[in-house]
């Protein structure tokens, strides 16, 4: 890339070779190409914070989400053992249950049958 020393020095050439009126619009199209340049750079400095400011920059906020996610994964992985226990222990409350349902039916029949035992 070319310095603005040697682009100032080959307009001092042009200059020498070339009328007037076209140095002018030469050296305006330089004028221009510095301005923009200029530009660009403050675009690329407020990008570069955008991405890379430490307390709240685009990278930050994308690692933080991905320390989130990871988080929720291995959660997950707990929460899906934990619901399996859960299953289990309501299982055998079902089996409970039943269990104290014959027994009660079988407490009353027998309570029943003494009550109104013929003798």
Not at 6 to 35: F, V, Y
Request: proline fraction near 2%; charge should be negative; glycine fraction near 6%.
């Amino acid at each position: 890339m070319a310095t603005n020393k040697e682009i100032l020095e080959q307009i001092d050439e042009l200059r020498k070779k070339m009328p007037n009126g076209e140095l002018t619009l030469l050296a305006k199209s330089i004028d221009d190409l510095q301005e923009g340049q200029h530009e660009l750079k403050e675009d690329i400095r407020d990008l570069k914070k955008q991405l890379l400011d430490p307390d709240d920059g685009v990278v930050v906020r994308v690692n933080r989400n991905s320390d989130f996610r990871r988080v929720c994964d291995e959660k997950k992985l707990e929460y899906q053992g934990s619901f399996s226990q859960i299953q289990n222990l309501l299982n055998w409350q079902g089996g409970v249950t039943k269990a104290l349902w014959i027994l009660f039916t079988a407490l009353a029949g027998l309570i029943g049958k003494i009550i109104f035992w013929d003798k």
